[in-house]
Nanobody, 128 residues
């Protein structure tokens, strides 16, 4: 069973919004204070790319240039969840979005190889 579960994907018109949510699949999965929870995406025919991340303890947020100003990441310690609010969506945002956990991501949040735990992803389609 995958350790993380994503939800909130779907189809939306350009300019629309979606909110993705990531939670552990089991209550025994602990998000430690040093973790960075990241969102990655894989667009058709492209390699997986970093979208956004958040440091669990520091609440420091990271964004790729392509989504900065349009996407907002947040976390809820009470719910053990990370959300990605996506506004002003563009057709180029069409991708499968994955949630992943990096056990010590403060300096490596952009390095896919450092993410140890992954979800199965959720599809986002932006089309008119």
């Amino acid at each position: 069973q995958v350790p993380l579960v994503e939800s909130g994907g779907g189809s939306v018109q350009p300019g629309g919004s979606l909110t993705l949510v990531c939670v552990p699949s089991e209550p025994t999965f602990v998000i430690y204070s040093s973790y960075v929870i990241g969102w990655w995406r894989q667009r058709p025919g492209k390699e997986r790319e970093f979208v956004s991340g958040i440091h669990w303890r520091l609440n420091k947020k990271y964004y790729s240039e392509s989504v900065k100003g349009r996407f907002t990441i947040s976390r809820s310690a009470a719910d053990n969840a990370v959300a990605l609010q996506m506004d002003a969506l563009e057709p180029e945002d069409t991708a499968r979005y994955y949630c992943a956990a990096n056990p010590d991501g403060r300096l490596s949040y952009y390095d896919e190889s450092q993410y140890r735990y992954w979800g199965q992803g959720t599809q986002v389609t932006v089309s008119s």
